[in-house]
Every structure is written in C-alpha cells, then in structure tokens.
C-alpha cells in the first residue's frame, strides 16, 4: 500500500508559479507517478507523468512547455513544478501510482490504485 501526501497547492494570479511536492511512503521502481486535476464541471485528466524506472515523462498538450515534473528518489519526492499559470489550471490537484508503463496508462485514471488527498491550485485573472 503506496501512501501519497501533496502540499504547495494555493492560490496565485495569472503568469505565476507554484511547486506542488508529492511526498510517498515507498518509492521503488516501475511505476508510474503522476499528477491528475480535475475541476468543477470537468473530467479528471492527465497532467504529467513519469517513469520511475527512467524517469520518461508525459505531459497534457495543455501544460507543453510550462510545467516540468521530476523526482527526488532519496527523499521519495515527486515534484510538479508549474510556471506561467493560467486561470484554466485552476483545479484540485492530485498525486498518483500505478504500477505500469506511463505509455499505457498516464491518460486513464481508472489505472491508477494510489491517490494522495488532493490538493488546490487557484489561479485568478
């Protein structure tokens, strides 16, 4: 049983910058970790993903060249950093791990067994 537990959400005007952390209980080989938000009214998705194993990494077309995930094995960190914030990101955002190849699976929620409890990201304009 994987436990996950985000922190740096919070609330930031348009063109900024937040860091969110995703802190596990065990951190090990071949699985996917990732980030999902999902805000009122829309489905969950995808947000960035990456490898253990490797650390590829996937992102949502939305998030291109804005947001950058890494991974601290050490300290058994996922890191989500996100620059040039726009109201559209504001969502609650959540860690996750599969125990699969990102290839298959960083799209589809439903694949992933550990969730972390969320946490908000609020972008004003």
């Known amino acids: 049983q994987v436990q996950l537990v985000e922190s740096g959400g919070g609330s930031v005007q348009a063109g900024g910058s937040l860091k969110l952390s995703c802190v596990a209980s065990e951190y090990t080989y071949d699985y996917c970790m990732g980030w999902f938000r999902h805000a009122p009214g829309k489905e969950r998705e995808g947000v960035a993903h990456i490898y253990t194993t490797g650390g590829a990494t996937f992102f949502h077309d939305s998030v291109k060249g804005r947001f950058t995930i890494s991974q601290d094995t050490a300290k058994k960190t996922l890191y989500l950093q996100m620059n040039s914030l726009k109201p559209e990101d504001t969502a609650m955002y959540s860690c996750?791990?599969?125990?699969?190849?990102?290839?298959?699976?960083?799209?589809?929620?439903?694949?992933?067994?550990?969730w972390g409890q969320g946490t908000q990201v609020t972008v004003s304009s």
């Open positions: 996750a791990a599969a125990r699969a190849y990102c290839s298959d699976v960083y799209r589809r929620p439903e694949y992933f067994a550990y």
